[in-house]
């Protein structure tokens, strides 16, 4: 009985996240839209929307990735109800730490755009130090109280939205303005996390000094993320083509829409410190394969139309966002596993030595290695084929990252399957995967380009597909059962 709740609840965590997700994203399109008009348009203009994105890559990118390193290793330990408040004033310390090494580069950096306005630079400062912030609580809250991962981001992109519209347009604080926008969005969502996460958050620096050894196991995986985003700089060097890069760009902005299913799986990691439960792990692979499948369905039907509205000659980057997508829904996959390993993984432990001789490390690492394959094919494509059509070329670009993807998740599965003994479930994995790819010749024949049609055909085949998966898929069954057991829990009491 407690075990089949834990599934059922990785299941309701899962979709009430992918819900949120789905919710703010038209709030994250507007704002989006919004910063590019008003940056680029007179009295301001592409240099400051070109500024705005430097700034951005810089702050929110490069100069918070130590960050990233400590999110799940954090959510291990915040799931095991260990004190993590002294994780989180070391997270503050080294975003101040980045904050001051960011201010000392400022010189350089506004030497590097044609706007020689230092205080935006120096106010960007702020980014660093609460995305560090962010990232703890988030991944704190992912570990102990994952449902309110979704609520938060809500509340993120309500407040940014609201607080740019009145900076950009009653007060016309330009970058400014867009910053401040960020800036009150974080905040609010920093304290949001704070409340209502149920972890414990007193202070123990033994813990937060164990977490930061710890995290380095987890520097290969990023290191696997630089050397990967090196292929743009690779292909600019052979083709010398700026449009091969724009063609790439402009397939991974929309493939990006994939990870948002990722969301699916936010309360694994909790729910498995609860009870090593094998059975977890099918779970989250079938809820996963199902959401997974549907989200990469909709961007294979609407993904001409959206490339269309990023700039209609973007539409010649469609094959390489057919790869990209499936490249993204295998990570997402893996992700299952990567996350179930974090969990298993006894150096990991704040006592435990060796972390470099673990699961996580050595799955990292090989990844790694394995990465420089994937790499190398790309740029020996790209060298052979450099003198055919740009759209090719960018397309080419994208095999080492579905090469590394594939290798990515075999590695991870083994390893897991290893630990956890858990079976495969491969009809409710591959039915929703197979009807996705059903959708695939369907998208090269009908080509929507308005939003009407778009959300035409991803009504019509929301449904096409849910009725598929309902009769054939059994877990399809069992989730139509629970959503609709929880719509009658909530509304007819």
Not at 228 to 236: D, G, K, M, R, T
């Amino acid at each position: 009985m407690e075990r089949g709740k834990r599934r059922e609840g990785v299941t309701r965590i899962g979709l009430y996240n992918v819900l949120f997700r789905i919710s703010v994203a038209p709030l994250s399109f507007i704002f989006t839209f919004l910063v590019a008009r008003y940056l680029s348009n007179p009295p301001y203009g592409t240099t400051y929307f070109a500024t705005w994105q430097t700034l951005y890559v810089f702050t929110v990118g490069y100069f918070t990735i130590p960050a990233d390193l400590f999110s799940l290793i954090t959510s291990r330990y915040s799931a095991e109800k260990k004190d993590v408040g002294g994780i989180v004033i070391v997270n503050l310390l080294s975003g101040a730490l980045s904050g001051i090494i960011f201010a000392l580069l400022v010189p350089y950096y506004v030497s590097l755009t044609k706007l020689d306005i230092p205080l935006y630079f120096y106010s960007a400062i702020s980014l660093i130090v609460l995305t560090y912030l962010l990232k703890v609580t988030n991944a704190i809250a992912q570990g102990r109280t994952p449902k309110i991962v979704g609520i938060s981001a809500v509340v993120f992109q309500a407040l940014r939205l609201i607080f740019g519209l009145f900076f950009m347009f009653v007060l016309n604080l330009s970058i400014l303005a867009v910053i401040l926008a960020y800036d009150i969005g974080y905040i609010a969502q920093i304290l949001f996390n704070i409340f209502f996460i149920r972890a414990n958050l007193k202070l123990d620096f033994n813990i937060a000094k164990a977490a930061v050894r710890k995290s380095l196991v987890y520097i290969a995986n990023y290191l696997q993320y630089i050397l990967e985003a090196s292929i743009v700089w690779i292909a600019l060097g052979i083709t010398n083509s700026d449009l091969v890069v724009a063609y790439f760009e402009s397939a991974i902005i929309v493939s990006n829409i994939q990870i948002w299913t990722q969301a699916s799986y936010t309360g694994l990691m909790a729910k498995l410190a609860e009870d090593k439960d094998p059975s977890l792990i099918p779970v989250s692979i079938k809820l996963y394969s199902i959401i997974g499948s549907l989200f990469l369905t909709l961007i294979y039907l609407d993904g001409y139309g959206l490339l269309f509205k990023l700039r209609p000659d973007y539409i010649q980057a469609i094959f390489a966002l057919y790869v990209l997508t499936f490249s993204n829904y295998l990570r997402g996959l893996y992700g299952i596993f990567y996350q179930a390993i974090t969990m298993a993984d006894p150096t990991l432990s704040p006592n435990s030595q060796n972390e470099f001789k673990g699961y996580v490390f050595s799955l990292t690492r090989n990844n790694l290695v394995f990465s420089l394959v994937g790499l190398g094919a790309s740029s020996l494509l790209i060298y052979l084929f450099s003198s055919y059509p740009s759209y090719i070329v960018a397309m080419l670009m994208t095999i080492g990252l579905l090469i590394n993807s594939l290798v990515m998740l075999f590695t991870s599965f083994k390893l897991s399957s290893r630990i956890y003994k858990f079976s495969f479930p491969l009809k409710e994995f591959l039915i929703p995967l197979l009807l996705s790819f059903i959708s695939l010749p369907i998208s090269m024949r009908f080509k929507p380009i308005t939003f009407l049609q778009m959300i035409e055909y991803s009504i019509i085949w929301i449904i096409v597909f849910s009725s598929f998966n309902v009769i054939l898929n059994p877990y399809g069954k069992q989730l139509f059962t629970l959503i609709i057991r929880e719509f009658k829990q909530r509304y007819y009491k």
